[in-house]
């Protein structure tokens, strides 16, 4: 039996934590559904038999999806940020999301259907903005006023 990770995500849904950890594992490489628990007994929110959890795993990151029922909401307190490598990929990604009953917003940032919140970044932008001075400036002014982020906008940002 592998052995239980020193941390993991727990994030919370209220009755579909299976269903928003399959779509993950459909959209984002090295990532899958590992096991399914269900709850041994009743429990407040839920009945003995149905999911509780489901351990999964997010482009390598561990994650436990606990279903919680409907006493929190998720925030964009928290998100998965997913470095991109081009256009293509940053497009599949939001697309995914965004097109799976999730909601776009601002900066390269986007909700999926449960509320969590994803920032699809782009590695050009996350560069830049590390180069500091006028490079960051530029590049983070140009993203200001994106939603999905714009690799060639970025670029030229970058440029000058």
Known sequence: MPQTP????CLWYNHDAE?????????FPDSAVTAVHRAPSDFPG?????VLTVE????????LGLNGGDVFKQTEAFSF??????QAETDRYWDAIVGNGGSESAC??????WGLSWQITPRVL??????????????FEAMMDM?????????AAVRG
């Open 6 to 9: 020193k941390n993991t995500i």
């Open 19 to 27: 269903d928003a950890a399959r779509f993950y594992a459909q959209v």
């Open 46 to 50: 839920g009945k003995a038999g149905q």
């Open 56 to 63: 999964f795993t997010v482009c390598g990151i561990p994650c």
């Open 81 to 86: 940020q997913i470095a991109t490598d081009d």
């Open 108 to 113: 390269g940032w986007c909700k999926d259907r």
């Open 126 to 139: 996350t560069e830049a903005m590390a180069a500091g001075g006028e490079v960051a400036k530029r590049a």
């Open 147 to 155: 939603g999905k982020i714009d690799l060639a906008k970025i670029e």
